[in-house]
């Protein structure tokens, strides 16, 4: 099979993956325990069932989760999988040399341990509903081998970034960076042999190239922009599907630096936007977003004198607008620059590498911006801790507008302690209010993804929060 993708991965070690492309090649590659299907629900992946209350797996008080792991699983080098491959996964999350990206989601475990070769025990810190689909999970988790990493000095050097092994049902078989890479079935795959010989992921940063690819049939699978449906969808054997996703597209306000430290200034900058014409801009392939909650929740609209987003001796606000060097960023960013200078701000726009936006010393990352265009999965309301929780300012989590709120603190850990959804509600109402109130961040839209693939392709079934490849063993083309 032929697969175009827009971005070459920095890496393919999944404990220091910085960015949800990279987690979405891996899918083809690792396991966690736990995944989302097409419908974004979990279901077992290494563990042999989802652990509940009513299988025995959740204690009633939620704080302890048990895994029960397949006995059948070999590594793609043929060592047996077992519970201290994931006890080391856990620990080299947790490791202050490695500062995994990923370290912010297991801060909320006390303890694991290993009882049997085929048993996890996770105890949390405190009752959490939402802890067994934020740990161990594909694409927030993947498991690693513990045999060929134990002993590796300096893991983010490590060879094993570019030629990864893990369970999954494909196995890297080259890697020629911004070419493509080569995928081969893993004869060993617990499930069965993959129903495809390999995958060939090629790299292709441009959507109407890609487009075009999937068009001719030099590619069999792409995502492409919705812009693209017209033509794609008169193409003879060819099916365009397209589906919103769990992730979310907001602003950073940098809350740490002046003029950002003043609530009315960022209402200003959030009344000022124009969502419509930025879903316009994008070929109306996407949906405006009005909170940063999933569901039905809107923030209230604001209005602030001009004199709010003056600078303390009158001057004119000057900010700059920092963002990925992507199509959809670039047009949100000009429509973001119009909008503001409409109300007395001058506005520059920054592009930058993925790199030097998120990486270890990213601007972001660091704190060297005003506003920042950014996205993350938000697949239920409680999703949102770790963009906006204190604790998950960087280097713990991704909360790079540094907000610092104790009550939308507590709110969510409240939240997420009862199963009581009436309770629930409540609580997430009360941090609703607050954020349409503080606006630290200030939310755009939902991405919504479009797939183009020839009508000989069987089995693919797009997944909203993670990886398409949560299936692909069973993809075919015939």
């Known amino acids: ?53 009513t299988n025995g797996g959740i204690t009633a008080d939620l704080k302890t989760i048990t895994y029960r792991l397949r006995r059948n699983v070999v590594w793609q080098d043929g060592s047996p999988f077992t519970s201290r491959d994931v006890a080391f996964t856990y620990r080299m999350l947790m490791s202050d040399r490695l500062a995994s990206p990923l370290r912010s989601s297991y801060t909320q475990v006390a303890s694991l341990k290993t009882p049997s070769l085929y048993t996890v025990v996770v105890q949390l810190r405190k009752p959490s509903v939402a802890a067994i689909s934020q740990i161990f999970v594909a694409g927030m988790g993947f498991i690693v081998p513990e045999h060929l990493l134990r002993r590796v000095d300096d893991v983010r050097r490590s060879l094993f970034n570019a030629a990864p092994v893990g369970t999954g049902p494909f196995a890297v078989h080259s890697w020629n960076r911004g070419q493509d890479i080569e995928l081969v079935a893993n004869d060993r795959y617990f499930k069965g042999r993959p129903r495809a010989r390999g995958v060939r992921l090629r790299i292709v940063p441009d959507a109407a190239t890609r487009a075009q690819l999937v068009a001719t049939g030099a590619v069999d699978l792409a995502r492409v922009n919705s812009s693209a449906v017209p033509s794609l969808t008169s ?11 769990t992730d979310i597209y907001y602003l950073d306000l940098n809350t740490s630096r002046a003029p950002l430290d003043d609530r009315a200034v960022r209402e200003a900058l959030a009344g000022a936007i124009d969502r419509p014409r930025i879903v316009s801009m994008l070929g109306g392939g996407v949906q405006a ?29 000057q900010l700059q607008i920092t963002y990925a060097s992507t199509r959809a960023a670039e047009h949100t960013a000009v429509v973001l620059q119009q909008a503001w200078k409409a109300i007395g701000v001058d506005a520059t726009l920054r592009p930058l590498p993925f790199a030097l936006l998120y990486g270890e010393r990213g601007a972001v990352v660091t704190g060297r911006y005003d506003v920042a265009i950014d996205g993350f999965g938000v697949a239920e309301p409680g999703g949102i801790g770790p963009i906006i929780e204190t604790d998950n300012a960087p280097p713990n989590g991704f909360n790079f507008s540094r907000y610092a709120n104790a009550n939308v603190d507590r709110w969510l850990v409240m939240a997420d302690a009862t199963e009581d959804e009436r309770k629930r509600a409540l609580l997430y109402a009360n941090v609703q209010a607050t954020l349409c109130r503080d606006a630290p961040i200030i939310p755009l839209f939902w991405d919504t993804n479009t797939y183009a693939f020839n009508g000989r392709l069987h089995g693919f079934a797009p997944e909203p929060i993670m990886s398409d490849f949560w299936n692909v063993a069973s993809w075919s083309l015939y």
Not at 7 to 15: V, Y
């Open 1 to 53: 099979m032929q697969i175009a993708i827009s971005r070459d991965p920095a890496t393919l070690n999944p404990l220091i993956s910085e960015n949800e492309d990279e987690f979405y090649l891996e899918e083809a590659v690792f396991d966690g325990l736990l995944k989302f299907d097409a419908k974004g629900r979990l279901v077992p992946d290494l563990a042999v069932a989802v652990p509940s209350q």
């Open 289 to 317: 977003a009005d909170s940063l909650m999933p569901g039905d929740r809107r923030c209230p609209k604001t209005v602030r004198p001009a004199s709010a987003v003056q600078t303390r001796n009158g001057g004119t606000l």
């Open 235 to 245: 193409v003879p054997g060819m099916r365009v599907v397209q589906e919103r996703t």
